[in-house]
Structures are given as structure tokens and as C-alpha cells.
């Protein structure tokens, strides 16, 4: 403030000395001018300092001022940094939690996919046996039965029942007929291929199917299995002979390109053999096979069912008791294949 004071004095009396040939015109010199002058210059020699000085001040003052913005800019550029970085690990975290949850998501659907696959392969094998049960072995014939063998060969279905499995049961204990089920179980298993199907079909019936065999394998495969699972049960009071009985048909059960739909799925084999077994369990211990050949127009596959053994030149019965084999045909001889024909 005193600075600008100052500069306003002098300005005021700067015209009065700003030009001495005008003032020596007008006036007269008087005494003290000279006193004057030198006052005036020192005046203006105070005055070019001040204004030097302020000039220095304003230089000083814009310095810091541009010191000050410069310092403005350099935090606002670190705030912007902080920022970026803010957000930068911002949407690090965001990933990363992402990615945690996708990894646990992945996770936690292999382990249900796990678990669906314990609980699905535990609901599908039989707890005593620790074979597969109805549920599995029907799933594998659905499988089996698309899938087409070679050219004179097809897939073989076996039922098989435990003799006297109630005699057993009765004069030994349910836990013996347990024992008796395990043992058979595993001797079944040994005495089939891997790629065979095997399971518990219910009570003390087993079921072994086998693809692409022909007539004479079937028959083999069914002798195997009959003295495999032949064994003696010892108990503690007596020992006495475990035998079996089977009984197998072929899917498709007809030969040739007349085979109706309903013969072609694995239940009318089924079917098929569970009535050879029926026939073999008359004699116990032994294996009947009914194996057909291609049906004709005038009978149905229901007619041919109903009556196998009358399905002369259709079906083939095979038997590990030739006996059965002929009281079946002379059983058969007493029933006319018109009787199918007629229901067909």
C-alpha cells in the first residue's frame, strides 16, 4: 500500500517538472528551484526503484502463482492416478470375486454331477449281490437291443433261477439264502465275459444277457453257466448241492425281415425265456432254449408265444436234457399249429 501511495505522489507531481524549458518560459527562476529538481529526480529515482521493486514483487507473486497451479496440477494428476488405481483395483476385485464364484459355481456343479452319478450308479446295483439290478439291466438291453450283431448271429438273453431256493431258505435261514445269493453272484460274474451284461433281475432270479452269438454259442454259454454256479452249501448241521436253471432266448427272437416289432425288443425274449425256464425248472438243474426262426404271415409273434413248443418249424427247443426236449414235442403234437394260426 505505501508503494502505491508513493507512485500516486509522484504521479501528481510529475507534471510540474515534466518539462523545464516550459516552467523556465512561464516563470521567472526563483530561488530553491534547483532544491526543487533534485528533489523531483530523487523522486523519480525512488520511483524507478518502487516500481522496479513491484515489478520484482509481481514477477515473485506470478511465480507462486504459477508455482501454485503447477502444484494444483500435479495433485489433481495424483488424485486422477489414485483414482484410475481406485477403480483399477476395483475391477481387479470385481474380477477376482467373479472368478471365485464362477470356480466355486464350476465346482459345486461337478460335485452335484458327481454326486448324481454316486446316487445313480448306487440306485442301479443290487445291495446284496453288488450286481446291477432290474433298473440297470433294463437301461443296457434298451442299448443292447439297437445295436445289431453280424450277419447269422444275435444277442442272447438268459434267465436264470435258483432250485429249491425256498427249501433253503426254510430249513436254513434267510441269512444262508443270503449267502447263497452272494456266492452265486460271484461265480455268475466269473463265469461271464466283461462286455456281458449281468444283474439281479429279482428274488433269486439272475439275468445274463450276451451279444452276438449264434444258436450252438447260446447253447454253449448256457452249459458254462449251468455247472458254474453248481456248488455245495456247507452248514453247520449239512451240506447239500446248489444248482440252477435257465432258461434262453434271442434278440430279435424271429430270424429275417418278417419280424414284427413287438419280437424285436428285449421283453418278448424275456418273455420267451422265462417260459424255457419254466420248462427247465421241471427238471431242475438243467437249461432249455427256445430259438426262433423266421414267422410266418399266418401266425403272429402273441400266438407263437402263447405256445412255443407247438411253433413247429418256427421254434427251435434246445435243451441240456434231451428228454424235455421230446415231452415237450409230444406235448406239442397234441396241439395243432392251426390253433396259432387261428388266433393269429
Known amino acids: ?75 489433481a494428476s495424483r488424485i486422477q492416478a489414485l483414482e484410475n488405481e481406485k477403480a483399477r483395483l476395483l475391477s481387479a476385485a470385481v474380477i477376482a470375486v467373479l472368478i471365485l464364484l464362477l470356480a466355486a459355481a464350476t465346482g459345486f456343479g461337478l460335485l452335484l454331477r458327481r454326486r448324481h452319478r454316486q446316487l445313480r450308479r448306487l440306485s442301479e446295483i443290487d445291495v446284496l449281490t453288488g450286481l446291477g439290478n432290474r433298473r440297470a439291466a433294463a437301461r443296457k438291453l434298451d442299448a443292447m437291443t439297437i445295436q445289431r450283431g453280424p450277419e447269422g448271429t444275435r444277442h442272447v438273453l438268459f434267465l436264470i433261477d435258483v432250485d429249491h431256493f425256498k427249501q433253503i431258505n426254510d430249513g436254513h435261514g434267510h441269512h444262508v439264502g443270503d449267502e447263497v445269493l452272494v456266492a452265486l453272484a460271484a461265480k455268475l460274474k466269473a463265469a461271464c465275459r466283461p462286455t456281458d451284461l449281468v444283474a439281479r433281475w429279482g428274488g433269486e432270479e439272475f439275468l445274463v444277457a450276451c451279444a452276438s452269438l449264434t444258436r450252438e454259442q447260446a447253447e454253449q454259454v448256457a452249459t458254462r453257466l449251468r455247472r458254474a454256479m453248481a456248488h455245495t452249501l456247507e452248514t453247520a448241521h449239512a451240506t447239500r448241492l446248489v444248482t440252477v436253471s435257465l432258461g434262453l432266448a434271442p434278440i430279435p427272437f424271429f430270424d429275417g425281415g418278417n419280424d414284427p416289432a413287438a419280437a424285436s425288443c428285449w421283453d418278448y ?47 427251435t427247443v434246445m435243451s441240456s436234457v434231451p428228454r424235455i426236449v421230446a415231452t415237450s414235442m409230444t406235448v406239442a403234437r397234441a396241439r395243432s399249429l392251426r390253433a396259432l394260426r387261428g388266433q393269429g
Open 1 to 75: 500500500m505505501r508503494i502505491l501511495a508513493l507512485f500516486l505522489l509522484l504521479s501528481v507531481g510529475l507534471p510540474l517538472a515534466a518539462n523545464p524549458a516550459t516552467a523556465r518560459q512561464t516563470a521567472p527562476p526563483q530561488p530553491g528551484s534547483q532544491g526543487q529538481l533534485a528533489q523531483c529526480m530523487t523522486l523519480q529515482g525512488s520511483l524507478s526503484r518502487q516500481t522496479t521493486a513491484l515489478a520484482e514483487l509481481q514477477a515473485q507473486s506470478q511465480a507462486l502463482s504459477n508455482q501454485r497451479e503447477l502444484e494444483r496440477m500435479r495433485n
Open 269 to 315: 425274449a424275456l418273455r420267451m425265456a422265462d417260459r424255457a425256464l419254466y420248462a427247465a425248472k421241471r427238471h431242475r438243474d438243467a437249461w432249455v432254449g427256445y430259438w426262433g426262426a423266421q414267422l410266418p404271415d399266418n401266425a403272429t409273434a402273441e400266438a407263437v408265444l402263447e405256445q412255443p413248443e407247438a411253433a413247429e418249424g418256427i421254434i
